[in-house]
C-alpha cells in the first residue's frame, strides 16, 4: 500500500481523473478507519450524538482520579509496555527459530528429488489448512501436562506451526532460482561447506529471508488465538491484550482505541525498516513460487 | 468465547480418556502438608505468612475489563503483598469461566495439590458451583482467616445468609466475601425523563410499546442476563411469593412446580421481544433482538443512545462512570423493578491445585481487611463483602464518607426493593430454558425446560 501511494503521488499529473479517484478510495479506505481511533483515544467522554468529544482527556487529566486515557496505556498497569516487549521477543525467536528450521527444508525441496516430496510439501502446508481453533485446543491438553502451558517457549512453538509453511515456501522459491553454479565453484575452490553456506549462499538468499522473515514476524505478532489459549492470560501479548479490551462489542474508549494503535507500530516500524532493504522483486518471487 | 467454552469441554473429554490411567491427580507431599494442617486450624497465621513468604508469589485471575479496579489492584494491593515478601501476579480475564476452564483441564491433565497455575480466583455463583460440584476447592478456609471476625459465618444469625449461600449454594466457608454487589438501573435523563422511567415490569412493556427499540438486557448465559430474566420470573410468579421458591434447588423444586412458577415469566419475555432493541416493533416478524454479549456490549449502546435504560450489577457502577467519562452526565439511578433487585456477595476462591496455597491465603486475608475494602469502596465504588455492622464506629463513619453516590435513588428505596438471588442450580436451569424457548423461539416452555434440566 505504501508503494502504491508513494508512486501515486509522485506521477499525480499523469493520473487521469479515475486514477485520482481510485487513489482517494485507497488512501481513504486504509487511513479511514484510523481517524475515529485518534480523536478517540484522546477522548474524556465521548458520546452520542457528539460529532466529536464533547470533553477531551487533557482537559479531564487535572481533575480525574485514576489515570485516564493515553496516561493509563502509558502506565504499568495497563501492561502495554509489557505486552509489546512480549510481543517483540516472541515475534524475533519466533522468526529466528523458524528460519532456522526452514533454511534446511526449503533447500532440500528446491534442490533434491525423492519419494514422497509431494507429500512433503503439501504435509508442510497442512497448518495453513487445518483452523487454529481445531488444534489450539489439543495442544493446550497436551501443554499443560508437559508443563508448556502459559510459558515463553510453549507460545513460542505453536507460533512456529502457521509461520514455518509461509517461511518453507518463500525460500523454496529462491532457491530454486538460485543455480547450484556459484557453491560448487566455491566447493571446487577449496571452500569448506560452512564457509560456502556463509560468504556464497546466505547472501544470495538474503533478500529472500528478509522477507521469509518480515512475514514470519507480522505473523506471529498478530496471533490471536493461539496465543490465548497456550498463554492462559499469564502472557500477554499486544494481540491479547487488545481482545481483553474490544470484546463483548463495549464502546471504544479511549483507552482501548489507545492500544488499538499502539498495536499497529510493531508492524508499521517493521515495513518502514525492511522496505530499504527489499526490493519488489523478492516480494514477487516469494509469492510466485 | 462460547465456542472456546465448547471445544474446551471436547478437550476435558479427550484428557479425561488419555488421562484416565492417573486416576486421581496426586499433589506434592509438601503441599498436601500444609492443606491438611492449615486446614484441620494446627498453623499459626505467622506460620502462614512465613510460609507465604518462602512461597514468594501468588497468581490471582480476576475479571480485568475495568481500569478502575486494575489500577487499584496495583497501586494498593501490589505494595502490600510487596511488603509481606510476596509478589503479585494477576491474570486479567475477560470471562472467569476461562480459568474455572483451565482448572478443570489441569486436574484432568493430572496436575493435583499445589501443581496447578492459579491460587486465587474473584468467583461466585455457577462458577463456584462448577468448582464445588467437582471438588477442586481447597477447603474450608475462609472462617481460618484473621479478618474472618468481620464476616457473620454463625449460621443462626440471619446476616450470615450472604456469606454462606452463594447463589443458594453453601459456600461451606470454601470462598472468602470480597465485594457485594446489587442490581441497578441506568437511565439517561436527557432521553428519558426520570417520571416516565418504568418502575415495574408491567410498565416497561407499556412504555416499550410506546418507544419501541429503546431497552435491552443482556443476553444469558451472561450473569448479567440471567440476573434479568430472574427477577423478571420473581415479579411473575403466580403465588405472589416472588424469590422465595427459587431459593430451593432445582432438585428441591422439580421440573413440573419450576414449570408452573416460570410459565408467566417465560411468556412476558416472549412477549415483549418485538420491543426490544431491534425486535422490528408490533410486527416482530420484520427484525430480530439484540442482545449484547456483556456488560460493556450494554454499557455501548446505552452510551450511543440505542437504548434509554440499562440494567447490570453495580451499586456505584453510574456514579463510577459518569466521574470517569464512560457514561453522559446527565446518566442517573432508578429503582427497577420495584418488585425485586437482587443483591449477593462475590467472593474470593482457592482451587485444589493452587501452587502457592499459604500466599493464597494471605491474599484473601489481606483483601478482606477493613483498610482495604474502605479504600476499594471508595476508588473503584465496590460494595463491602465484609460485613460493615462488624466495623468500629469510626470505620462506618469512613465509609460513609467514601462511598459514591447513588445517583437519584435512596439506600431505604432501595434497601426496600432488594430481594437475594437465584439458587444457583436453578440458574443453570433458567438461562438453560431462555436459550430453547426465547433465542431458539422452540415454542413449547415445557419442552425447553426439560431440555434446560436434561443439559445441566
Not at chain 1, 20 to 27: A, E, N, Q
Not at chain 2, 113 to 129: L, P, R
Not at chain 2, 207 to 227: C, D, E, I, K, Q
Request: hydrophobic share 45%; glycine share 10%; net charge negative.
Amino acid at each position: 500500500m505504501i508503494r502504491q501511494r508513494r508512486r501515486g503521488l509522485g506521477d499525480r499529473d499523469r493520473l487521469g481523473p479515475f486514477g485520482r479517484f481510485y487513489l482517494t478510495v485507497v488512501v481513504g479506505m486504509v487511513l479511514g478507519p484510523f481517524v475515529p481511533l485518534v480523536i478517540g483515544s484522546f477522548a474524556f467522554r465521548w458520546t452520542w450524538p457528539d460529532l466529536l468529544p464533547s470533553r477531551w482527556w487533557w482537559e479531564a487529566r487535572a481533575t480525574a482520579r485514576l489515570p485516564q486515557g493515553w496516561d493509563y496505556v502509558f502506565s504499568p498497569i495497563s501492561r502495554v509496555v509489557e505486552s509489546t516487549g512480549n510481543t517483540i521477543l516472541i515475534a524475533i525467536l519466533v522468526t529466528l527459530l523458524c528460519a532456522a528450521i526452514s533454511l534446511p527444508a526449503a533447500r532440500v525441496l528446491a534442490k533434491e528429488r525423492f519419494r514422497g516430496k509431494s507429500f512433503v510439501e503439501f504435509f508442510l502446508l497442512t497448518p495453513l489448512i487445518v483452523p487454529e481453533i481445531a488444534v489450539g485446543l489439543g495442544i493446550l491438553v497436551t501443554f499443560i501436562q508437559l508443563g508448556l502451558a502459559g510459558t515463553y517457549w510453549g507460545i513460542i512453538l505453536v507460533h512456529l506451526i502457521p509461520t514455518i509453511p509461509y517461511m518453507v515456501r518463500v525460500l523454496t522459491s529462491v532457491f530454486q532460482g538460485l543455480s547450484d553454479d556459484y557453491e560448487e565453484q566455491a566447493r571446487v575452490l577449496g571452500a569448506s561447506p560452512l564457509r560456502t553456506l556463509w560468504h556464497v549462499t546466505l547472501p544470495m538468499i538474503l533478500p529472500g529471508l528478509v522477507a521469509g522473515g518480515l512475514f514470519t514476524f507480522l505473523i506471529s505478532s498478530n496471533i490471536f488465538l493461539l496465543t490465548f489459549f497456550i498463554g492462559g492470560g499469564r502472557i500477554e501479548t499486544l494481540p491479547t491484550l487488545l481482545f481483553s479490551r474490544v470484546s463483548g462489542g463495549g464502546a471504544l474508549d479511549a483507552v482501548a482505541a489507545g492500544v488499538a494503535l499502539i498495536v499497529c507500530i510493531p508492524g508499521i516500524v517493521l515495513l518502514v525498516i525492511t522496505e530499504r532493504f527489499i526490493k519488489e522483486e523478492v516480494f514477487a518471487k516469494g509469492f510466485g513460487g | 468465547m462460547h465456542v472456546r467454552r465448547s471445544l474446551l469441554v471436547i478437550a476435558l473429554a479427550f484428557a479425561t480418556l488419555f488421562g484416565a490411567a492417573q486416576a486421581q491427580p496426586q499433589g506434592t507431599p509438601e503441599a498436601e502438608a500444609f492443606r491438611t494442617s492449615f486446614l484441620a486450624g494446627e498453623l499459626s497465621w505467622d506460620q502462614v505468612l512465613e510460609r507465604a513468604r518462602e512461597e514468594g508469589r501468588v497468581v490471582w485471575a480476576h475479571w480485568g475489563g475495568s481500569e478502575t479496579l486494575n489500577t487499584w489492584i496495583d497501586t494498593v494491593v501490589k505494595p502490600e503483598l510487596a511488603a509481606l515478601g510476596i509478589t503479585l501476579e494477576t491474570s486479567r480475564l475477560t470471562n472467569t469461566r476461562d480459568v474455572v476452564d483451565l482448572i478443570l483441564a489441569e486436574t484432568a491433565a493430572g496436575r493435583g495439590v499445589g501443581e496447578g497455575s492459579t491460587d486465587a480466583i474473584w468467583i461466585n455463583g455457577e462458577n463456584f458451583f462448577t468448582l464445588s460440584s467437582q471438588s477442586l476447592n481447597f477447603g474450608s478456609f475462609a472462617d481460618l482467616l484473621p479478618n474472618s471476625q468481620y464476616v457473620h459465618f454463625d449460621p443462626a444469625n440471619p446476616a450470615s445468609g450472604p456469606n454462606l449461600f452463594d447463589f443458594g449454594f453453601p459456600t461451606n466457608k470454601e470462598e472468602m466475601p470480597w465485594s457485594g454487589d446489587q442490581y441497578m438501573c441506568a437511565i439517561d435523563t436527557a432521553r428519558l425523563p426520570r417520571a416516565e422511567a418504568p418502575g415495574t415490569f408491567a410498565e416497561l412493556e407499556t412504555w416499550l410499546r410506546a418507544n419501541p427499540g429503546r431497552f435491552t438486557y443482556v443476553r444469558p448465559p451472561h450473569y448479567n442476563g440471567n440476573t434479568f430474566v430472574q427477577t423478571v420470573l420473581y415479579a411473575h410468579n403466580p403465588d405472589g411469593t416472588t424469590y422465595q421458591p427459587f431459593q430451593l434447588s432445582a432438585n428441591e423444586l422439580g421440573a413440573e412446580e419450576f414449570l408452573r412458577l416460570a410459565t408467566p415469566g417465560y411468556e412476558y419475555l416472549q412477549r415483549i421481544e418485538p420491543f426490544l432493541l431491534g425486535g422490528g416493533g408490533a410486527d416482530g416478524r420484520r427484525g430480530s433482538p439484540i442482545y449484547p454479549e456483556d456488560q460493556n456490549g450494554l454499557e455501548a449502546l446505552f452510551v450511543n443512545g440505542e437504548i434509554d435504560m440499562a440494567c447490570q450489577f453495580g451499586m456505584y457502577n453510574t456514579a463510577v462512570a459518569v466521574e470517569t467519562g464512560r457514561f453522559a452526565e446527565t446518566a442517573e439511578n432508578v429503582i427497577f423493578p420495584t418488585t425485586g433487585m437482587i443483591k449477593n456477595k462475590n467472593f474470593i476462591g482457592v482451587p485444589v491445585n493452587a501452587p502457592n496455597p499459604a500466599a493464597a491465603m494471605v491474599l484473601a486475608n489481606l483483601l478482606a481487611s477493613p483498610d482495604n475494602q474502605i479504600s476499594k469502596l471508595g476508588a473503584i465504588g465496590y460494595v463491602l463483602g465484609i460485613d460493615a455492622d462488624l466495623l468500629s464506629p469510626e470505620q462506618q463513619a469512613q465509609i460513609d464518607a467514601v462511598a459514591p453516590s447513588l445517583m437519584g435513588v435512596t439506600y431505604d428505596e432501595l434497601g426496600a426493593a432488594t430481594v437475594p438471588d437465584t439458587n444457583a442450580s436453578l440458574v443453570d436451569v433458567i438461562e438453560g430454558t431462555w436459550v430453547e424457548f426465547i433465542e431458539r423461539r422452540t415454542g413449547d416452555l415445557a419442552a425447553s425446560v426439560a431440555a434446560a434440566l436434561a443439559n445441566r
